[in-house]
């Protein structure tokens, strides 16, 4: 290879995680709004005496951490993919569905707190 082809490899190995990245995008978007509706329907209005708001707060603050961490690793692998030896399209990958499995405990913990 020739040092001109070099910028030309690392956009083509950035590509397929940028395309992943995007679909980690639209999967966040999606459990952002459902986090959004469960708060809206296991909310406030809808609390009995007992209701933990300090669970219902670390439950919050844990799913949208989750989120942005995600959003961090997905960052870090599309900055060093260039340099690694084999393809990180599995980062973004596996950050989706981090966030998922992260929506699914931390609402369930939410409701929990809120009952």
């Known amino acids: ?12 190995r950035r590509g397929p995680v940028i395309g992943m990245a995007a679909i980690q995008v639209a999967v966040a978007a999606v459990m952002s709004a459902f986090w959004v509706g469960l708060m809206v329907t296991t909310g406030v ?13 670390a439950a919050t603050s844990t799913f949208w951490g989750i989120l942005i961490g995600s959003f961090v690793v997905t960052a870090f692998a599309l900055v060093s993919t260039p340099r690694a030896r084999r393809s990180l399209i599995w980062v973004p990958a596996a950050s989706s569905a981090v966030i998922v499995i992260g929506f699914l405990v931390t609402s369930n913990w939410y409701s929990a707190t809120m009952r």
Do not use: F, L, N, W
């Open 1 to 12: 290879m020739t040092d001109e082809s070099q910028p030309i490899m690392r956009k083509r």
């Open 45 to 57: 209005g809808s609390c009995t005496r007992g209701c933990d708001y300090d669970g219902a707060d």
